[in-house]
């Protein structure tokens, strides 16, 4: 079993910045994979940013404004957001995939508005 926590959302205005943490029960070490997906209402959860593997996958849209990181010591993830934009409001989920299944964190609320 793993447990999420996200915190670092909130309110903030186009082309301001926040930065998103999680930390997780356990060594981050073990994941195979973690990252951050996204969800707006009535729609689909959608991959943000992911690390598996040595290698670092971002979605078009966030390319270059956002970067993932990690704190082995701390056992954090972090997803740190630039230039944020109205279309990026959403509810943030930290992710890992152990034990050959997703971990989900509940989520924390950013919204980008003037």
């Known amino acids: 079993q793993v447990q999420l926590v996200e915190s670092g959302g909130g309110l903030v205005q186009p082309g301001g910045s926040l930065r998103l943490s999680c930390v997780a029960s356990?060594?981050?070490?073990?994941?195979?994979?973690m990252g951050w997906y996204r969800q707006t209402p009535g729609e689909q959860r959608e991959l943000v940013a992911t690390?598996?593997?040595?290698?670092?996958k971002y979605r078009d849209s966030v390319k270059g404004r956002f970067t993932i990181s990690a704190d082995n010591a701390k056992n954090m993830v972090y997803l740190q957001m630039n230039s944020l934009k109205p279309e990026d409001t959403a509810v943030y989920y930290c992710?890992?995939?152990?034990?050959?299944?997703?971990?989900w964190g509940q989520g924390t609320q950013v919204t980008v508005s003037s």
């Open positions: 356990r060594s981050i070490s073990t994941f195979y994979a």
């Open positions: 690390q598996a593997s040595g290698e670092t």
């Open positions: 992710y890992v995939f152990y034990n050959n299944r997703n971990y």
